[in-house]
């Protein structure tokens, strides 16, 4: 699932862009923040295939740059400055043009190294939904993998309220039921893995994994 972060103080422009990723339907999600501490602790805590920043100071830059981990980096700028390490777009920016380095760059980073995390033997790439390990390729889907993602990011176990707030949101007709079934598909996908999990004095999930 490509999920894309916006930062931009300037918040009818920052929701005009991300409507337009949404629309022409460039990521699955688009999360917005005017804060730009807020998208630093996102850049540390979720996973993203790119972040735009309206406007970044050279300090900003800086840390934003120790902390994505290589995620492809698009700056909207009113006074470009150096930085060899992002896509610099003065403004008025051309959007078409922006847009198609938004989705070449994001497409790329996601069949990247950085993309990955290791699960035992296994490389995860949350992006594009797969566990792979050597030729075997096991395929996910967007809740699997949203799943996955969730419990890695956790080294303490995830209660079911958390796990239902984070990846369906508390959406109609969602209960723990449906979190449980999601549960039970994916421990049949991951049965020879070496990947599972564990319900932790009856409250939450923890993704073990056997040692490589």
């Not at 022409?24 to 923040?33: D, F, H, K, P, Y």
């Not at 176990?157 to 508390?170: K, S």
């Amino acid at each position: 699932m490509r999920q894309i972060l916006i930062y931009s103080p300037a918040e009818k422009p920052r929701q005009a862009l991300a409507g337009e990723i949404r629309v022409l339907e460039i990521a699955q999600e688009v999360v917005e923040t005017p804060s730009f501490d807020e998208a630093v602790s996102f850049l540390q805590n979720e996973r993203f295939s790119a972040v735009i920043a309206d406007d970044p100071t050279p300090e900003q830059h800086l840390l934003l740059s120790s902390v994505r981990c290589g995620v492809p980096a698009f700056y909207l700028v009113s006074r470009p400055f150096p930085a060899d390490d992002v896509q610099m777009f003065q403004k008025p920016v051309r959007l078409p043009v922006f847009l198609t380095a938004l989705v070449a760059a994001a497409a790329q980073f996601e069949q990247s190294d950085d993309a990955s995390v290791f699960l035992g033997k296994w490389k995860f790439n949350f992006a594009a939904k797969t566990l792979t390990f050597k030729d075997a390729e096991i395929r996910l889907t967007d809740k699997e993998a949203a799943l996955l993602n969730c419990l890695h990011r956790h080294d303490a176990p995830v209660d079911r309220e958390t796990l239902l707030r984070e990846i369906w949101g508390y959406g109609d007709g969602v209960s723990t039921h449906t979190l449980e079934t999601h549960i039970y598909r994916l421990r049949q996908k991951l049965e020879t893995t070496g990947i599972s999990f564990t319900i932790a004095n009856g409250e939450g999930y923890k993704l073990l994994c056997a040692p490589v």
